[in-house]
């Protein structure tokens, strides 16, 4: 993101990166912290922006996770989009919630597989991705639905895949937006399970579509 931060830059865009709460630099633990909570922090990262740059179009470059968090969050923005990037956005909560699952057992020799299937209670934290989390959040993640749960975008929206196993069939949700599959790396796997390099074409095509 950072690199595609200064290639909007050098085309003329004022670009604010932000860490959710809990995660990153920003203040807080990830046990602390919910996903309404974090669909806030994107309204405060918008409103500071269009304060900051003074400028009257804003675009929203949301990954995985936080594409997911833009899709559901984009009838109550805080300020309106011009345009908006979804890249690889998290379908089906539940599939993403396995998949790190079975990725943390596999660099580990214990399981927390019969700690994440108990019972709901949000002063338990559970251990997802390298991360302490609380159940709520854990719940939220699951029930992220995409692929059959409509959502309501504004006009102008592109959703890029790099991952050849979604179709486009099987996006309910942002059926409005413009859909772009793309062979290209994804800097969020695991680096044994990636191509060296940059994604190189995702970033082209985001840059075409904005210009």
Not at 130 to 143: E, Q
Request: charged share 30%; proline share 4%; net charge negative.
């Amino acid at each position: 993101m950072r690199i595609l931060s200064k290639r909007l830059c050098a085309i003329g865009f004022d670009t604010l990166r932000f860490d959710y709460f809990g995660a990153g630099d920003s203040g807080g633990e990830t046990v602390d912290a919910e996903l309404d909570g974090w669909k806030d922090d994107i309204s405060t990262a918008l409103r500071e922006l269009k304060e900051m740059s003074g400028r009257s179009r804003v675009v929203i470059v949301g990954m995985r996770l936080g594409a997911t968090l833009v899709a559901e969050l984009a009838p109550r923005l805080s300020v309106e989009p011009d345009s908006i990037v979804l890249w690889d956005p998290i379908l089906c909560g539940s599939d993403y919630v396995k998949t790190l699952l079975d990725r943390q057992a596999h660099h580990s020799e214990r399981s927390i597989d019969s700690a994440a299937s108990g019972p709901s209670d949000a002063a338990v934290a559970l251990e997802l991705g390298g991360l302490l989390v609380s159940s709520s959040f854990f719940d939220g993640l699951k029930s992220i639905d995409l692929r059959s749960r409509k959502v309501r975008l504004p006009p102008k929206v592109l959703t890029i895949l790099t991952d050849n196993q979604h179709r486009s069939g099987e996006m309910v949700g942002l059926d409005r937006s413009e859909i772009a599959i793309l062979k290209a790396p994804s800097p969020w796997k695991d680096s044994a399970e990636q191509e060296e390099g940059l994604p190189v074409e995702v970033f082209e095509r985001i840059l075409k579509w904005l210009g």
